[in-house]
């Protein structure tokens, strides 16, 4: 499947980072030193300390413990036939002063594998509403009082993925949806290891780890004891700003029992209907080249 979210930097991040812990206050040394060597005569070099700290190696890999327990988390969320939570989404955006600014949005989730899918985001922003019944996709605006609706694939999977591509629909929790999200964030990992434990996020003890590929370092909160993912940090390999995405998750209920008519809505339905198709702005029509004007008539 599509890596929709976070799990998708490797050395590359790896690499920035150090580049700029390192490199760069290298580089400003050797300026200033170059500059200093053009007024004054050149000064004999100091011997090296003796009792210097070796450089410290950086080493790349998958720690066993980190991997384990990933897939422990990703094992609980997978065996769930239902399950609920509650997700809040922050995300920095450059502000025209420079420092990002944070935007946050909530959504209420509700999920029965194989084939059906609830998604509430009140806020911040423009309302709006998912729904997937194994049959049919719904994406809902309730306060404008308008409906997409669509065929969908049979499977959470699948039409998460067709949301996607067709309606450019994303949600930055994919990866707890999958039916194995093991497989999903796993794979390309190219460095995991284990950070320790935190007691404050979400009022309970959690194992926090790192990931990374080639195009997101993440970090994650597991729960120590019920293996449920609470929060996770990410930056973005290709994204200059480093601008970091987060994702806390809240009110988790594993194989309850969800009302039937939860996977859709009258209202929804009864909506002035709008395609089923990705926001693009409509493309201007080609404009015709200006006809050119008849050359001036010469006197006679």
């Known amino acids: 499947m599509k890596k929709l979210i976070f799990f998708n930097t490797n050395t590359a991040i790896l690499g920035v980072f150090l580049l700029q812990a390192y490199l760069l206050p290298l580089n400003i040394f050797w300026t200033a030193k170059a ?21 410290v190696e950086v080493r790349l890999g998958l720690e066993p413990k980190a991997m384990a327990i990933l897939k422990a988390a990703s094992d609980r ?8 939570f509650t997700a809040i989404s922050t995300y920095e955006s450059p502000s025209r002063l420079g420092p990002p600014l944070i935007y946050t949005t909530i959504s209420e989730v509700a999920l029965q594998r194989p084939n ?43 039409a998460l993925q067709a949301a996607y591509e067709v309606a450019a629909i994303y949600f930055p929790f994919t990866d707890v949806l999958v039916s194995d999200p093991y497989k999903d964030i796993s794979d390309g990992l190219t460095l995991a290891f284990y950070i320790g434990q935190s007691k404050v996020i979400d009022g309970t003890t959690t194992d926090i780890i790192a990931i990374a590929n080639n195009k997101v370092f993440a970090q994650i909160w597991i729960g120590a004891n019920d293996k449920l993912p609470r ?26 029992s969800i009302a039937t008519d939860t996977f859709a809505s009258s209202r929804a339905s009864s909506a002035n ?17 200006p006809a050119q004007a008849e050359p001036p008539k010469s006197n006679p």
């Open 35 to 55: 500059a200093n060597a053009q007024t004054t005569p050149p000064q004999p070099s100091a011997a090296p300390p003796s009792n210097s700290a070796p450089p």
């Open 77 to 84: 969320l997978a065996a769930a036939q239902t399950m609920t």
């Open 116 to 158: 059906k899918l609830k998604v509430i985001s009140p806020g911040d922003g423009p309302p709006a509403e998912f729904y997937y019944d194994g049959k049919a996709m719904m994406a809902y605006l309730p306060t404008e009082n308008l409906v997409a609706v669509t065929d969908a694939p049979p499977t959470i999977d699948a």
């Open 231 to 256: 929060m996770i940090r990410a930056v973005y390999a290709d994204d200059p700003s480093r601008l970091r995405h987060q994702v806390t998750f809240s009110n988790w209920k594993l194989d309850g």
């Open 273 to 289: 209907r709008i395609p089923f198709k990705r926001p693009d702005p409509p493309t201007p029509p080609t404009s015709q080249p």
